[in-house]
């Protein structure tokens, strides 16, 4: 089967003729291809836009396949239905005997058993003959995606009237029973007689009251509703953060929380003077951070079982904070001191001093390109665990400062004999003196 050819395959002859009319109809020498409806088509259009799905696909070029589908024309029922379609309506009276063809289960003909949404019965209307329902009304209905899946698809509005006279029944009859009551009883006062109608203030209020009840303050807005303060993030008046420095590289602005953690005037005035130093100079300054362990502690104790509320009674919460704070510090010297007595190591907890530990210091030196210090103290050197600038047996120099001949010795007396006793410029004369000795013997 593969050396067969394909019926829609085309070959190389064909191929290339094909690609050579569209390179013309490309330049313009070549007439555009036309589609079934005689449009004409843009020879540039790609070709995965003309290729057509396998399930529209006609054969012809067109590209129909890329539009809307047309949506269609005039309405599907008549100007004297007042909905869509008679859904669950009953044609007539039910019958009185089971009809030859129609459903087992509860004698209808207008559908089969295998349809019957009505509940099973155990012995159906075919084999009773009772309890036989009525022929729904079967609408031969032209519907869409969307109109099948229509909720309120053949319910008709004017049902909704029926509701509506029933409430305002139900209403008129609360209003004279409260009328009653209020002849029955007398009151005396306005309010009273509002109160028994049933009619809230507000219904009664003057335009200036209800204007009063709405209007908000500056920074803050009342819930009518749950009647409560509820503060704005800032008050219109004031400057907006992201305005302080328009710089793109200065703080970051949130806009979802309208907050600014860092400090945008960092660099042109002190924190002291700027009008806004940032959200975290707020939360971490003066006297938020104490506030902010009282209240931890005052959560904790709460969960422990403890009575204490820092907004009811704030002295006593920091009377107990402190005293808290005072124990703890003791327990932990107390527990540190029983440790180190039972286990030792003592001595480890005696730091180094900083600039050992890390071999550095906040001392300030400037040199000059020369390395010369210019400003603060040159850095002392650090002195070796071995003794320095000690020589012995009347030397002047180290071991190891004078190199000959393979061997290492003393500068200052070129002996190569380690610890021996310096002789200075006479053992210095008496080696050049070998020396020569030994040239003139060879």
Not at 249 to 276: C, H, I, W
């Amino acid at each position: 089967m593969s050396g067969l050819q394909q019926p829609n395959r085309l070959t190389k002859e064909e191929y290339r003729k094909q690609k050579d009319l569209d390179a013309a109809r490309k330049a313009g020498t070549a007439p555009a291809e036309v589609d079934d409806e005689g449009n004409e088509i843009n020879p540039h259009t790609p070709q995965f836009m003309l290729k057509a799905p396998w399930y529209v696909d006609n054969g012809q070029v067109s590209l129909k396949h890329q539009r809307a589908p047309e949506k269609r024309p005039g309405t599907k029922f008549g100007a004297e239905d007042n909905f869509w379609y008679a859904r669950g309506q009953r044609a007539g009276p039910a019958a009185t005997k089971y009809r030859k063809g129609a459903c087992e289960n509860c004698g209808a003909a207008s559908h089969k058993t295998r349809d019957c949404v009505e509940r099973p019965r155990k012995k159906g209307a075919k084999w009773t003959g009772k309890n036989i329902k009525a022929d729904e009304i079967v609408q031969e209905v032209d519907l869409d995606w969307d109109e099948k899946r229509d909720r309120w698809n053949g319910y008709d509005p004017k049902e909704h009237d029926k509701v509506i006279e029933e409430y305002n029944k139900i209403e008129e009859a609360r209003r004279a029973a409260k009328a009653t009551e209020l002849d029955k009883e007398g009151p005396t006062t306005t309010s009273e007689a509002k109160k028994i109608a049933g009619m809230s203030d507000d219904e009664e209020e003057d335009d200036d009251d209800k204007y009063a009840d709405q209007a908000d303050m500056p920074g803050q807005y009342v819930n009518q509703k749950t009647r409560m303060t509820n503060r704005n993030l800032r008050i219109r008046e004031d400057t907006a953060k992201y305005l302080l420095n328009l710089d793109t590289d200065s703080a970051y602005y949130d806009p979802k929380t309208r907050s600014m953690r860092d400090n945008p005037l960092r660099e042109e005035q002190g924190a002291d003077d700027v009008p806004f130093a940032g959200d975290n100079f707020v939360r971490y300054t003066g006297d938020a951070p104490a506030m902010a362990k009282i209240q931890l502690f005052a959560w904790q104790a709460a969960d422990r079982g403890s009575d204490v509320h820092l907004q009811a009674n704030p002295t006593q919460v920091a009377i107990l904070h402190q005293e808290y704070e005072s124990k703890k510090d003791e327990v932990r010297g107390s527990t540190q001191k029983s440790i180190l007595e039972k286990y030792g190591g003592a001595e480890h907890l005696e730091s180094v001093p900083k600039e050992l530990l890390l071999a550095q210091n906040e001392n300030y030196v400037e040199y000059s390109r020369t390395g010369r210090v210019i400003r603060g103290l040159e850095k002392a050197k650090t002195k070796s665990k071995y003794e320095e600038d000690v020589f012995i047996n009347n030397h002047n120099s180290v071991w190891g400062s004078y190199w000959a001949d393979g061997k290492w010795g003393y500068k200052c007396c070129r002996s190569y004999v380690r610890n021996s006793y310096c002789t200075g410029q006479a053992g210095i004369d008496a080696q050049k003196a070998s020396q020569m000795a030994s040239h003139g013997a060879l």
